[in-house]
């Protein structure tokens, strides 16, 4: 980093100002951060076009959806500052202009910012590559992953195949085409699903002093991507969760915040996606999902999956993809709602608030937001998401609680 805010008031004697946008991003309103504080963000982005501060963009096992999301251009403001970013950026298999040899002559070998995009294989290295090796070989992302990220200020994992394995690293329960559970060892870069060590083990620190930065979500956010660089171009460290998330993102319980929640406390219960009512029974993850994209919302604050009858499949969770899979069925393996079914937890809770306990209570009666669910994991505890205990909601909104998420 080529300048700090060693006066911690956000300016650097240089005449720019610049902030901690995840402390800003805490509890305010969608798009609020990113529109308000435009010009402090284009600067942040701008010290990489102006080549004071370099940004490796690597891509292994994925779709290039997170790419897609970050930078399609959802705040014309914006559109500018992050159009020369992706032609500055010293690396990016998809945007460079550069190709071939040229391209990775042009990574810079000790970045700024290394962001992975995609889970990395370690079984089979050959299923990602990136340009070749000394020897002429095909070089696999693990190797570009282990010898980038000690030599970078900051690491990124972009998306919840990076960050924990994705759907490359899925159980594959149905075994399609003969193919057997995560085939080719894939893996986010300090994560295999909730627990290390992913690609660099447990550990490993960048040379900020943190761990990998993840940001996931199927895609994720493209605010997530963008105020979370800015913050880190800017030389602030983000405050991270359990699953080293950043905090300000990944606090709210989808469930908390959903505007179908009102079915759910009446125990209207949508029978297809589509129908009116809560989407509990057709696969909903939101209480076991932690992100603030229902109020945030998506597409520049049109709306969110809930929005439109789609039901939460947890992408922001680390084993997304066995954990909820299939998606379209109530998960009814977790006790969510302990002895109830979901009707009988909808109904307790119009009873409750009859007599005037609140619905909030029958939650935290019938289990939600607790464990209480038995050994699901096969792991011989109750607790799934380890050892430090559930993420106990209290019926209060969001909890500052170590991010866990209403376990399943
Ligand atoms: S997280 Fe989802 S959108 Fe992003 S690369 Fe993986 S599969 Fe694609
Ligand atoms: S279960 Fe899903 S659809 Fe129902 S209120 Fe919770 S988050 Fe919303």
Redo the contacts with the bound molecule.
């Keep these: 980093m080529s300048s700090t805010d060693a006066a911690g008031d956000g300016s650097t004697g240089d005449g720019r100002s610049r902030r901690n946008f995840l402390q800003l991003a805490a509890g305010v309103a969608a798009g609020t951060v990113v529109t308000g504080h435009t010009a402090e963000i284009g600067a942040a982005f701008e010290q990489v076009t102006d080549g004071d501060l370099e940004v490796v963009w690597l891509?292994g096992?994925?779709?290039?959806?997170?790419?897609?999301?970050v930078l399609q251009g959802e705040y014309p403001s914006l559109e500018g500052v992050l159009g020369e970013f992706r032609m500055e950026v010293t690396f990016h298999p998809t945007i460079m202009a550069e190709a071939g040899e040229p391209a990775i002559a042009a990574m810079s070998d000790s970045p700024d910012v290394l962001v992975v995009?995609?889970?990395t294989p370690v079984d089979i290295p050959e299923a990602a590559t990136v340009g070749r090796a000394a020897d002429g070989s095909s070089k696999p992302m693990v190797d570009w992953v282990q010898e980038l990220a000690p030599e970078s200020e900051y690491v990124v994992a972009?998306?919840?195949?990076?960050?924990f394995g994705?759907?490359?690293a899925a159980e594959n329960r149905e075994n399609l085409y003969g193919l057997g559970a995560n085939v080719t060892g894939a893996r986010g870069v300090q994560f295999e699903g909730r627990e290390p060590p992913g690609v660099l083990g447990p550990d490993f620190t960048s040379g900020a002093g943190l761990p990998v930065v993840n940001l996931?979500?199927?895609?994720?956010h493209p605010d997530y991507v963008l105020l979370t660089l800015a913050t880190v171009l800017n030389g602030h460290v983000p405050e991270l969760d359990r699953y080293n998330r950043p905090k300000p993102f990944y606090e709210p319980l989808v469930h908390d915040n959903c505007a179908l929640r009102g079915y759910f406390d009446r125990g209207e219960f949508a029978e297809k996606p589509g129908d009116d009512g809560c989407l509990y029974k057709v696969g909903c993850a939101g209480p076991y999902t932690r992100c603030d994209d229902q109020s945030r919302l998506w597409n520049d604050g049109t709306s969110v999956c809930l929005n439109v009858g789609a039901p939460c499949i947890g992408?922001m969770e680390p084993e997304f993809w066995d954990r909820f899979a299939p998606f379209d069925e109530e998960l009814e393996r977790q006790s969510f709602f302990g002895p109830f079914t979901a009707e009988q937890a909808g109904w307790a809770g119009i009873a409750a608030a009859g007599v005037g306990i609140g619905a909030h209570a029958v939650r935290k009666a019938t289990g939600y937001g607790s464990v209480g669910m038995g050994d699901v994991d096969g792991e011989g505890d109750s607790t799934v998401g380890g050892e430090d205990g559930p993420a106990v909601d209290d019926g209060d909104g969001p909890t500052a609680d170590d991010g866990n998420g209403g376990e399943r």
């Design positions: 891509q096992q994925s779709c290039t959806g997170c790419t897609i999301s995009e995609g889970s972009v998306g919840n195949c990076a960050s994705g759907w490359p996931a979500g199927c895609p994720v992408c």
